[in-house]
Each structure stands twice: as structure tokens, then as C-alpha cells.
């Protein structure tokens, strides 16, 4: 049964284009296994470093296993609290990825609801929306995530910070990405609205919502699958990059942009491991999620087609 | 010897899943004075032979066996040989002018870059050269005409130029593949006219290949008829066409509406030679049972008065140069200019016009796809755009609905046939129940002539003509009144547009539905209308019943189309 299933799949274009690129099988493992692990980050990683009860001070500053004064229960050593990097690194990568999900399904909600309308509906309404995507894409991702970030705190009471700040984290990746979901979506709307599919469904008479959500929608999705892949690893990057600067998630739950940080403070006394480990790991996740867009991008562009 | 001799030529194209045979075991030969045609489906393999004499096939394809010869010199795998004589001895001439010339260069330069690559001469004589072939091919100024870009030249003008850069180096043999297939009907005859006096005048041989028989009939002396890589027939023109032996030509030759009398429906032929007579009274049984009775009372169905519409690009001009006056009045396009015309129930109205004459916005403007400027368009008496010039689809209840020219587009490709059937009928009867949908879903695939199978499938596992039936479908599924086909069968091969033709008549008979008839095709026009309104520039020339028409039409310019039109039966 399963075995059938897998040769459907190859027998379609793009699954045969996936199983003959080793590029796109060596980066989707690597992914699917980091989101795995950090699902069950409870059962892979050997303790739970929130937990301030697993976490011994004696413990701090323990190198990795292999070198010297390293010790086998902590296989990539310690940080300056006491807690095994490996499980922090897990339990962080947790952080950065439902942070990275859901500001990038944000992003897309937002900016696809925008550009389908915008294309379809066109006049004044579509100038608006096209002229505010343009005036956003010249202020940089990070700043206006800064902004947004800098903003919600001042509006936040002291006591909730803790609490909002995953959300705050959200709301500030997403809205600094969806003028990308609005400008390929309006373009691929542009197109799509003058098939002759979409004059039959107005000659029927369906609404405009039925024709732009239930018609175009689906037609649109394959560009807008790859951004939101590509948007993903931007989306764990600006995570890292905030929580590196200090205004992301608080050092009691670390992501890892945030073990980067704590461990540059330390990469001159000798201490190189508590930075190096995330850092490699954050370019490995990135780079695996770039990898795999790549591959779509062309595996779903039918001019780059070959037999 | 033959001056081009074609034998035993296989080519194929391996794919993933299998190898496709584009051509097996062609042979033919061609003298110089000669033009050649070969016709046949899409898909037969006709424009492979012709890319393979001159080497031009896309990889992965390629020839597998037998041999291509010039004067006796062998071309296949001749690499060299070949770059000399392309351009040289072998000219050739593509379907769409619009993007076989390069845009970015002026005409001069396209045609002195291959005068100089080919031909031993310098830059002054290579001009006068240039400037000699134009006149030649008929354009006028052409001293002046030679520093303008394509953009500058319209199509027919375009397409002279091509053959003018496929003449250029002075070619023993030219291949124009589908050369007149997006032209008009009186640019196509010029275009023809003059392969035909550049045949004789230059002593060439000349591949012509093409779809349509009118244009065979009219310019080949020899033709090739061709069905999946196989030559099934091949003979002089005139002995084919009259007196075809296999089943593939009669079936092509049958299926061409005939241009000097109009018939009832047209015959049919399967692939085992014999006749199909269709018979579809028992298949609308159930439709007219849930529709109820119609009759046809003769009234007046639709009604239009003083149609115009104006493409204004004016706004956008002014931004722009902060033009003057003159300027942007060139900006406004009337599309359509004051049409008026009546539609009465049961009847077929034929609109005919070149491209550009605004057959397809009148259409657009009865289904409310386009605002009109002005005039009035009255539905059963009730106007359907109301003082805001604000479509009014309540009006209609869907009781007028479109069956669309491209078959590749008209239909959503990620729903299944059977959700883009009911999604119609779910829509005027919302609270059907599920057996009821599907059973009128049934009726209405029976209908087309389809299977029930196909109902779970998409639209991208359908041929083109396959998918104008599920387009007839989907159009009869809000059980319209009046149905408006705009270039039904232009993307299709002749014997499918015979079916699809038919099967248009027979829903129409069954269900005495309106038509609204839009082509180009004057043949197709005779046989599916009762009357005609021939359009030109936006505007009306007349109105006629159509035998009044064919015969005796007053207007100079609908006179000179059916003069025009390329007819199968000229060589019978």
C-alpha cells in the first residue's frame, strides 16, 4: 500500500523531480529530522534545561565530550548555567521554528488576502495596497521588525512581556514579510483573472470572493509555496537575529539566536562551544530550508523544465 | 533525381516514460517549381519532418534512421554541411510573425546580417539587395520601410517580411510552417499568392505545411497526408482531395465544411472507415424531462441598440506626455461602433469579422465581461445594464452563458470535470439534494458525448476537443436560453471541429436553444447560422440571411471576404 503510494509520487513530474535531486533529499532529511527532534524535544533531548530543577551550577562551563575535562553526560557541554547544550539547542530550535511558522503563515495570509484582492478587484483599491507594499520594501526587514517590537513593548504592561513576547515576535516577522506574498500574488492574479475560467465562473454569476478564494486562489499557490519556503529560513534568521540583539525571547526559554548570544560574551575566555553549536546548527537549518525552495523554485517553474 | 529526397526517415523522442515516434518511415520527394503540402492532426508529426530537413529538432528528439538529401548530398548528421545550406538553400518561414523577427532590431539589419553571413557581398549591395527583396514581396516605400522595426509593420506586413529574410540568400527550397494560420482571410490570400508567384518565378521547391484543406486545395500541387509519424497517403492535389482512398483523408476531406452550399450535419468517419451518424434524441430524454418543455415563439430574444465601446487610454496618455490634443485622441480605440442587431428565439446568428472588428467584446459586452460606453442591450424586453451602466446578472439568472475558444484555458485546471459541471447548478439550486446533482450531472455528460469515468478526472487529461464538450457542459449545466460561442472550434482540427459542430446543432435542435455564432471562418459561419452580421472595424457592413449572403451580398467588403476565403472546392 505505502510502496504504491511512492510510486505514484514518483511517477509524478515533480516527485520524480524531487527523488533524482540529491540536493533536494539531503536538505528535506536534514530539516525533517531538526523538526522532528524539536517536537520531540521532550524524548530526544536527555534533559529539560527550563526545568531549574535538572540544572546544577557545579555543571557550568563543561566542554564537549571529546576534549579535555569533558564530560560523556553532557555530549556538547555546558553553558554558564549548568545546562547541556545539546538539549538547549533542541529545546531552542523548538522556539525559533514556531516562531519561524507562524510569522511566515502570517505573512502569507496577510499579504496573499491582500494581492489576490488587489489584482482582482484592481482601480483605486489596488494602488493603495501596491504603493504600500512598495514604500515597506524599502524599510529593511530587521528595522521594521525592531519597530514594531520596540512598539508593542511600550504598549505591553512590565508583567506581561514574558508572555507576549512570542506573539510580539510574531506579529513583528510576519508584517515585515508580506509585501513579498502581496506582490506575487497580484501578479500571478493579474494573470489568471483574464483566463477564459474565470470569465465562465462571472458569466455563471458566482461573487467575486467565490471567484478570487475558490478559483484563482488554487492556481496561484505553486510561487507562492516557494517564497514561503524561502520566507521561512528568512523568517528563523530574523528570529535569531532580534533574539541575538537582545529584543527577542527572554534568556529563561533561549532560541537559538538567543545561545548565540550568551556564548559570544564567553568565545574569548576559551569557552567557544556555547556560540559555535547553535551557530552551526542555525546555519545548517537555514541552509537546508534555502536548499529545498531552491529545488522547488525550479522543479515548479515548467520554462525549466526537463524531459 | 529528385531535387529533395526524403527517405525512410524515422525520428523519435524519448521521454521518461516512453519513447514518442514523431515520424516513422517518411518517405517523399520534392522537385524544384513544386509546392508540397502536408497536412494532418496536431500531433501527427508534420512540423518534425520539416524541422528535421533542416536540423532544427529539440533535444532529447532525434532521427533514428534513414536519410534527408539535397541535390543529392546527404544532410542527416552533416553538421557543417548543414549550417552553410540553412539560410542559404533552405529558407524558412514561421506561423507567428509577431515573434519571428527580432524586436529589438530594424529590418534592415535583420536582413543584411543574413545577406552578408551567406552571401559574398558588401554592406551597399547588400542594402540594395534588402531593399529589392521588399519590393518584391510586395511592400510598398520599401527604401523607407527598411529603417523601421517589426512593431512598426502589422501582421500580414510582417509575415512578407519573414519571407522576404527566407528568400534572401537566394534558397533552392522554402518550408513555411502554418505561414498564414494567424492571418487574416484576405492577408492569407496575399501571403499565398505570393509563395505561389515567388514558386514559379524563382524555380522553387516549397513545403507548405498546414491544417486547412482550403489553403492545400487553393496553392499545392502535391500533398502528404499524415496521421501519428505514418504518411497514410500521399498523391497530386487534385487526385487526393477528390478521390481519397484512405480513411484518414476522406475523413479530413469529409469533414471540411464545404464553402458553396450549406449542409444539414456534417459526416463522420472513425478511424475503421465507416460512417457514424450520431443520434442524440435519446440522450437529451432525461435533460428535457428535468428542464421542462421549451418552444420556440418566435420572439425577439435579445435586442441590441447603438452598442459602442470605447477603449479610452486617454487618462493614461496625458499623465504621461502631458500630451497635446492630437495625441490622445489616437489613444481612444473604438472596439465597437454602433451595432444594433436582433435575436430571435431558436435561431443561430452568425457575427463575422477579421480579428480587431470587436466580434468577441460584443459578446463580452452581452455577458457583462465589458462595460459597454453607450446603447442599451435588452434581455426578454428587460435591459440588462441599468443607469449606472451596472451589469445586471439577476436579470438573466445565468439563462445566457459562453462557450469560450481555448479549450486550454477555459476550464479551471485544478478542479475535477465533475465539480466544474456542478458547480453551476449548485449555484442556482442551493439546496439540491446530492443524488438529484448528480444525476443531472450524469444528463449533462451523456449529453456532451463523454463517459461518466471522465468525471473524476481533470481537465489536463482531456484533448482540446474534449474539453470544448466539458466546456458545453458546464455551459448548459444553469439550462441557459441563449448560448454564445465565440470561436467554439478555432483551436481545433478540422474533424473534431466537424463533431463539435454537430454536436452544437444537435443540443440546439433538442433543447431549441439561441445562438449567438462568433468566427472568423466563413465556411463554418454558412453552415451553423441562420443569419449573418458581417462586422469591420467595430461597425455593422450587413445584415442578411445567410444563402442571401453568400450569393448575392451588396457590401463590397463582405464580397471581397467570400471572394477571398480559400475554397476546398476550387480544385473539385
Redesign the interface.
Known sequence: MLFKKINKIYDTDIG?SFFNSKIAIISSTIFLIICLCSVFAGIVAPYNPFDPATVSLMDAFTPPMWSEGGSSSFILGTDQQGRDMFSTMIYGSRISLIVGFSSIIFAMVLGVFLGVTAGYIGGMYEIVVMRLTDVQLTIPSILMALLVYGIARSIISQSMHDEMVMYVLIFAIGISEWPQFARVSRASTLVEKN???V????????SNILIMFK?IL??ILRPILVIATIGLALAIITESTLSFLGVGVPPTTPSLGTLIRFGNNFLFSGEWWITFFPAIFLIVLALSINLLGDWMRDALNPKLKK? | MSFLEVKNLDISYPTRKETIVASKNVEFTLERGEILGIVGESGSGKSTIANAIINLIDPPGEITNGSIKIDNNELRDNEELIQKIRGKKIGFVFQDPQTSLNPLFKIKEQLIETIQTHLNLGYQDALKKSIQLLKEVGIDNAEKRIEDYPHQFSGGMRQRVVIALAISCEPDLIIADEPTTALDVSIQYQILELLKDLTKKRNLGVIIITHDMGVIAETTNKVIVMRDGFIVEQGETKELLTNPKSNEARSLVISVPPTNKKIDRFKLISPDGKEITSDSKNLTKNIIKTWGIRENKNQKLLKLTDVTKIFDDRSLAINISFGSKNESTDKVVKAVDNVSFELFEGETLGLVGESGSGKSTIAKIITGLVRPTNGEIFYNNISLYNSNRKYQIDKSRGQIQMIFQDPYSSLNPRFKVRDIISEPIKFFQKNISHNELTKNVYDLIDIVGMTRQSLDRYPHEFSGGQRQRISIARALATRPLLLICDEPTSALDVSIQAQILNLLKDIQDELHLTMLFISHDLPVIRQMCNRIVVLKNGSVCETKETEELFNNSEHPYTQELIRLMPKIESII
Open positions: 520524480y483566463k477564459e475560467y470569465s465562465a465562473s462571472r458569466i455563471i454569476g458566482l478559483h488554487p492556481n524531459r
